[in-house]
């Protein structure tokens, strides 16, 4: 047996230490110890027993030691002794000596525990909710000497904040929005990581007096540099240069996020002149490609013209053969073909000009069915968007190009810059009455005029009017909503939020259903588009063959399913019959015990009582803690049910009304 260790040498009184003793051995005040561990990144601990009272705060050992080896702390002892010299010069009046100090000031920097903090980029992203939510906060922000907000940290939180929805917008990650009354909700998809973060609403702001801004200002300090880490990578994997620079005339007509978006703009205008350039040069220095490129027309009518000859010749030998023709008229064909081997190659016959024009008359009629048939799914089509042609199955396609072709054109009392996210973000065009719009109210390429008040001055027929919430749930659910819906005037539908699944909830609302329909007609016809590029791409043949194995595989799909159905009635049969046999065996035992009883017979438990009885039997011999947790998931059941209920009852309450 060893040595007994003495009480308080091992175990929680050694491993935890309380705040006091934590700033006697680093030497800091309450201030700088908690800037410093906000900046680290390090939290309180709560040990299972506390040696030194219960009214006290903790701190692991080892958190401790590894401030204690902070280069950074050196530099803040250092900052605090020059500042502690500025204020006695300015209290001696010495004016002179106190802006030189002032000059030579020490500088500290947070990059290393950027990088210490998040060893992968991939960490910054899912720890990047909070730091984007405090910079749109800050970027709201008045910056006031009471309260000790400095102009720079606005500005700076400005600017990071328009360099990131600048990103958004470019590379059409948006997924999700929603108006709360805390302000925006938007979420974008960022190399595969879900960021969300919260924009307060464009209003005057108050500034409560019991909140200590000075601790907010040191948790913005480290966000804007690492705010910054990550604009640089995903601006520097665009190619873009990063800071971007901001058009000076559209910041001071408070343009927002147009100002960076113009220099974005140039930034991809360059590239293509610039690859436009590097292929000029590359023919210009490779001749032979040159050669090669001009030669391919030539080929082209070559092989036309062949395939042309095998088609006629084609056809010629089904009409003899319909025709019943003889063995001299085969031969005659045949012949027929050797004097055509022997013209020129690129030369075709008189009548295939006719031949082409009966296969491009064909064609057009095989394109007119296709419009025909697909008149009836208008709808779907309509609210598919610009992203009619785009792949169902692609929402980064779909959101990219869900308002292609559209131009929006914003009123004055619209919240302008969560409305310009959104719309370019997902592909359309902005204007906005005011400075530095690119576009006036009164263009005819307008198709939509967003507005948030009943009346208008002047209504343009052309266009249509409609609520900032249609652009909202438009982007949500994908397609373009009924723009009737959410006209001016008129109480728009319940605003859904995207962050709520209705499955889970176990309730669905009705305009949910309505859009849900409309993504199904939506989906149905960008399938179908997508369907009819890859037979304009692959031609006649190719959706043949694939409708020939699809058709195998639904007739052998059949035969199994019909196989399974044979085989489940024969056990069935086969069940029923030995429980038939059973039950006549049981009868001849039961019938005197029945003839002997008296009075009527209980009804039997039904299945819902039976399986309530299982349940509670299962929990009564659980441990408690699974007991507990049990119960308490029941709980949240009966709570979720009981809730459905509620509102299933208010819908059909205002439906009556």
């Known amino acids: 047996m060893g040595p007994q260790k003495k009480r308080g040498q091992a175990g929680n009184a050694v491993q935890y230490i309380t705040r006091n003793q934590a700033l006697k051995r680093l030497q800091l005040k309450l201030s700088e110890f908690r800037r410093l561990c906000i900046l680290k990144g390090i939290h309180p601990r709560e040990p299972k027993k506390k040696t030194q009272g219960q009214n006290k705060t903790y701190y692991h050992v080892k958190d401790i030691n590894f401030l204690a080896h902070e280069p950074l702390l050196n530099k803040l002892r250092d900052e605090h002794v020059v500042e502690r010299k500025i204020r006695k010069a300015r209290a001696k009046k010495n004016r002179d000596l106190a802006e030189r100090l002032a000059a030579l000031r020490p500088k500290h920097r947070l990059d290393h525990l950027v990088k210490e903090r998040y060893p992968s980029f991939v960490d910054a992203l899912r720890d990047l909710d909070d730091p984007l939510t405090l910079v749109h906060l800050f970027a709201t922000l008045p910056a006031e000497e009471a309260h000790k907000i400095p102009a720079k940290a606005v500005a700076t939180s400005r600017r990071l904040a328009l360099e990131w929805q600048a990103w958004v917008v470019r590379t059409s990650a948006l997924r999700r929005t929603f108006v709360s009354v805390k302000g925006f909700y938007f979420q974008a998809d960022v190399m595969g990581q879900p960021v969300t973060w919260l924009v307060p609403h464009a209003t005057s702001q108050v500034l409560p007096m019991d909140v200590d801004y000075r601790v907010m200002l040191t948790f913005l300090e480290f966000h804007h540099t690492m705010l910054q880490f990550v604009n640089y990578k995903l601006y520097h994997a665009l190619g873009v240069r990063y800071p971007p620079v901001v058009d000076p005339k559209l910041e001071e007509a408070a343009a927002g996020l147009s100002a960076i978006m113009q220099d974005l703009a140039k930034g991809a205008g360059a590239r293509l002149e610039a690859a436009k350039e590097a292929g000029e040069a590359a023919a210009e220095v490779s001749p032979e490609v040159a050669q090669r490129m001009a030669s391919l027309p030539a080929k082209l009518k070559e092989l036309q013209g062949q395939e042309i000859k095998a088609a006629q010749g084609a056809q010629d030998m089904e009409e003899a053969a319909e025709a019943g023709s003889s063995d001299e008229d085969v031969g005659s064909i045949s012949s027929g073909e050797d004097e055509d081997e022997d013209e020129e190659p690129g030369t075709a016959r008189p009548d295939a000009d006719e031949d082409m024009a009966e296969a491009a008359a064909e064609g057009r009629g095989a394109e007119a069915g296709a419009l025909v048939a697909a008149e009836p799914d208008t709808e779907g089509a309509a609210a598919a968007g610009g992203a009619a042609d785009v792949d169902a199955d692609d929402d980064a396609g779909v959101c990219a190009a869900l308002f292609r072709g559209l131009v929006f054109f914003l009123g004055r009392e619209v919240p302008r810059e969560a409305l310009l996210l959104v719309i370019r973000s997902f592909g359309g065009t902005v204007g906005w009455q005011g400075e530095g719009s690119p576009i006036e109210e009164s263009d005819e390429s307008i198709t939509h005029q967003v507005v948030d008040r009943p009346t208008q001055g002047h209504r343009f027929l052309s266009r249509q009017y409609v609520q900032?919430?249609?652009?909202?749930?438009?982007?949500?659910?994908?397609?373009?909503?009924?723009?009737?819906?959410?006209?001016?005037?008129?109480?728009?539908?319940?605003?859904?939020?995207?962050?709520?699944?209705?499955?889970?909830?176990?309730?669905?609302?009705?305009?949910?259903?309505?859009?849900?329909?409309?993504?199904?007609?939506?989906?149905?016809?960008?399938?179908?588009?997508?369907?009819?590029?890859?037979?304009?791409?692959?031609?006649?043949?190719?959706?043949?063959?694939?409708?020939?194995?699809?058709?195998?595989?639904?007739?052998?799909?059949?035969?199994?399913?019909?196989?399974?159905?044979?085989?489940?009635?024969?056990?069935?049969?086969?069940?029923?019959?030995?429980?038939?046999?059973?039950?006549?065996?049981?009868?001849?035992?039961?019938?005197?015990?029945?003839?002997?009883?008296?009075?009527?017979?209980?009804?039997?438990?039904?299945?819902?009582?039976?399986?309530?009885?299982?349940?509670?039997?299962?929990?009564?011999?659980?441990?408690?803690?699974k007991r507990n947790l049990y119960n308490s998931i029941q709980k949240r059941t009966a709570a979720k049910k009981a809730r459905v209920q509620e509102l299933e009852q208010k819908r059909a309450r205002l439906g009556q009304e």
Not at 471 to 488: G, I, M
Not at 532 to 556: K, N, R, Y
Request: aromatic fraction near 6%; glycine fraction near 4%; hydrophobic fraction near 40%.
């Open 468 to 625: 900032p919430q249609w652009v909202l749930d438009s982007a949500n659910f994908r397609v373009l909503a009924d723009a009737e819906l959410y006209a001016p005037g008129c109480a728009p539908p319940p605003h859904l939020s995207p962050f709520v699944d209705n499955d889970d909830e176990g309730y669905v609302p009705d305009y949910a259903r309505t859009l849900h329909k409309l993504q199904e007609a939506a989906g149905a016809a960008r399938r179908r588009a997508a369907g009819q590029q890859l037979a304009s791409m692959f031609g006649e043949d190719a959706p043949e063959q694939d409708t020939t194995a699809s058709v195998e595989d639904d007739v052998a799909e059949a035969e199994r399913l019909y196989t399974a159905e044979l085989q489940e009635e024969l056990r069935l049969a086969n069940a029923a019959a030995d429980a038939a046999n059973a039950e006549a065996a049981d009868a001849s035992v039961v019938e005197p015990a029945a003839a002997s009883t008296k009075g009527v017979q209980k009804k039997g438990p039904t299945a819902e009582e039976v399986q309530e009885e299982e349940d509670r039997m299962a929990a009564a011999v659980l441990p408690r803690k």
